[in-house]
């Protein structure tokens, strides 16, 4: 099947770090990608990663990669309250994306 | 301007009803997509089309059918709407050459009663 997995709510505090999983069942994928959507919004590329890389950082982000788990993460360090969004991680296998459940992140002042 | 437009954004029908969904873009992508959004189930890809000529069914195709007008242009109807296709649709476009990101519309509510 091609179901890509996340938790559904995650609520952190203003100023720690978030930590968003996600896990995909297909290896075949060129990408791995984490979108943004906030409230009322379509969704917005927030970074992505090239399946044959571990890790890669973005300033305040941190995406790792494990193919042998098929896990995806993404750390948000300093979450701020402009953070609160849903986050979906996708995955291309076949030239198009197959979406997560999204991740409904909740930063408290 | 938005890259990417559609129309209505919000709309309300009764059962039985045939409703069309537009969208639009400016960003000259040959591949345009339509999602549905339900809650916990994430984006499901309804149709894609990777040019004009090109049609494709996506992941939950019953019940809905779509027209590529132009490069520009890609609309979804509803051809006689039901209530639990009352969710929050999404076009998209991307284009390979640059990555394949895609780029989304704000969305159009549709609420089947």
């Known amino acids: 099947g091609e179901d890509v997995e996340q938790s559904l709510f995650l609520s952190v505090r203003e100023g720690d770090s978030s930590v968003i999983n996600c896990t995909y069942t297909d290896s075949s994928s060129t990408y791995l990608y984490w979108y943004k959507q906030e409230p009322g919004a379509g969704l917005q590329l927030l970074t992505y990663i090239f399946s044959n890389m571990d890790m890669k950082q973005d300033q305040r982000l941190t995406v790792l990669l494990n193919k042998k788990d098929k896990h995806l993460s993404l750390r948000i360090a300093d979450t701020q309250t402009g953070d609160s969004a849903i986050y979906f991680c996708a995955e291309d296998p076949t030239n198009k994306l197959i979406f997560g459940t999204g991740t409904l992140l909740a930063v408290q002042p | 301007d938005a890259d990417v437009t559609q129309t209505p954004r919000n709309r309300i029908t009764k059962t039985g009803k045939r409703i069309m969904l537009e969208c639009s873009q400016t960003k000259g992508h040959d591949r345009m997509y339509w999602y549905r959004q339900d809650p916990g189930l994430g984006l499901r890809l309804i149709y894609y089309s990777f040019d004009v000529k090109d049609i494709n069914k996506g992941e939950i195709s019953d019940g809905y059918s779509v027209s590529r007008q132009a490069q520009a242009k890609f609309s979804l109807s509803l051809e006689s709407a039901i209530p639990n296709q009352t969710a929050l649709y999404f076009c998209?476009?991307?284009?390979?050459?640059?990555?394949?990101?895609?780029?989304f519309g704000p969305g159009t509510r549709l609420t089947v009663t």
């Open positions: 998209a476009t991307s284009d390979p050459r640059v990555g394949d990101e895609q780029y």
